[in-house]
């Protein structure tokens, strides 16, 4: 019975460690500014924007660019990109454009590259980038071209009607505050001497006592982590209070958290040096000031608050969505590392061969996983020893294909289009890995 209760113990301090690490290093610098810019995107960039260039009159020099472009600035998800999918192929999109934004949308979300470069590499977050573009492109011609008659006909059967229709004008404001937001999120992230150099030092005004710092180092944190941690679960309280009714107007509590969100993000910034007790204020920390301040400029002189109040709901949807299913995953994550043997990943997929890339695409297909949830898995594998290749195999497919994605695209297309697109997405996955795993065992 001991030996149970032991064993129960340490999977729960691997998955509470694992938890503890990842709010402490991996939130504040890449996720935070993620939310923000995927909450800025859904609400002041108008989706009829876009999505009118996925119409069958434009040509393909425009649908197809747009198609991929679309799934990054409507911050889609693997949970919402078949309804978006299904609605704009019904209303008359080519099924070339469409399978392109089935396909893109997913995995160029802003969310997931951020935080796949943080945790993993971004090597891996590169690769994912483009070969998701390039990927959705070719896959979408190709199954324009294998069932072009069928598409003319239909063409000549419909109108373009509403969505394709209508424009829309984005004001400058909006591009403007959408690159500061970008810059926030690279200064955070981006490591170069310029950012991470250290141009002044403060000393902390007390000490840590000993026993405090024995628990800290007890439980792998440092004590920017320990208040950064601190720091999220008072932004979740404020937030609650002044982010879930924001519609009915600003009160004191939205001013709080907006406050607390930007002086967290520059708390995370400095790099902690001697003992905890020293802090290096870098470039980071000074770039971080600067934007916070440019942005509070910005957005309170060009933009209402009824626009700002929608801005705030919709990251603040974002977070209430996503973000609960990242906190069970990288603690489950954790839990399951501890479970696996090491030996185990190595064997099926610590090398860069074909079958190895294969089965990190069957994982994504039968082993589904919400957005961004597929990334702390990802970094446990990485862990226990999975290959870059097959790694990146993996998080090409698992955005993609699932069995409930697989039976929602069989009703909606149909069965030989459903097993045409994800015959392509597996091979193409495959391949990719493959290459990937090569190209990097030479660098």
């Excluded at 626009?307 to 995953?329: A, H, R």
């Excluded at 064997?347 to 089965?359: C, D, E, R």
């Excluded at 990485?382 to 039976?407: F, H, T």
Aim: positive net charge; charged residues 10%.
């Amino acid at each position: 019975m001991q030996s149970i209760i032991g064993y129960l113990t340490t999977l729960l301090w691997a998955g509470w460690s694992s938890l503890l690490d990842y709010l402490a290093a991996h939130v504040l610098l890449c996720l935070v500014p993620a939310f923000i810019i995927a909450g800025f995107m859904s609400s002041m960039i108008p989706k009829k924007s876009i999505t009118r260039f996925l119409g069958p009159k434009a040509s393909r020099w425009v649908s197809y660019p747009a198609s991929a472009l679309s799934g990054f600035i409507l911050a889609v998800c693997s949970c919402t990109i078949l309804p978006l999918f299904t609605g704009i192929w019904k209303r008359g999109a080519g099924l070339g454009p469409a399978i392109t934004f089935l396909f893109v949308g997913p995995a160029i979300n802003i969310l997931a590259l951020t935080y796949t470069g943080a945790a993993i590499g971004f090597d891996i977050a590169a690769a994912r980038l483009i070969l998701s573009i390039a990927f959705g492109i070719v896959i979408g011609l190709t199954m324009a071209w294998i069932f072009r008659q069928e598409e003319t006909d239909r063409a000549n059967e419909m109108a373009a009607i509403g969505t394709f229709d209508q424009r829309a004008n984005v004001k400058p404001a909006i591009w403007a505050l959408f690159g500061l937001l970008i810059a926030v999120l690279i200064v955070g992230t981006l490591q170069v001497e310029l950012l991470t150099n250290v141009y002044a030092s403060v000393r902390l005004p007390f000490m840590l006592s000993e026993g405090f710092a024995n628990i800290l180092q007890s439980i792998n944190l440092t004590l920017q982590g320990a208040l950064l941690i601190v720091m999220l679960l008072v932004i979740g309280w404020a937030a609650w209070k002044g982010f879930e009714r924001v519609f009915e107007g600003f009160n004191i509590w939205t001013y709080v958290a907006v406050a607390i969100v930007g002086f967290t993000i520059l708390i995370a910034a400095p790099k902690e040096q001697v003992g905890s007790i020293i802090i290096g204020l870098n470039g980071r920390f000074i770039g971080e000031l600067i934007l916070l301040i440019t942005i509070a400029i910005v957005a309170g002189r060009y933009f209402s608050k009824d626009e700002l109040s929608g801005w705030i709901w919709e990251t603040w949807k974002f977070v209430k969505q996503i973000f609960p299913l990242l906190i069970v995953g990288v603690f489950a994550a954790g839990v399951v590392k501890q479970i696996i043997p090491e030996v185990w990943v190595r064997t099926v997929a610590g090398q860069n061969t074909i079958g190895a890339n294969l089965v990190g695409v069957l994982f994504g297909v039968f082993m589904y996983f919400p957005t961004l949830v597929e990334v702390p898995v990802a970094k446990m594998f990485v862990d226990l020893g999975m290959a870059r290749g097959p790694l990146l195999a993996y998080l090409l497919a698992d955005p993609e294909l699932s069995l409930q994605s697989i039976l929602v695209l069989n009703k909606v297309m149909g069965r030989k289009k459903t097993v045409i697109y994800v015959s392509w997405v597996a091979v193409l996955s495959t391949i990719a890995g493959y290459i990937f795993g090569i190209v990097m065992s030479v660098m």
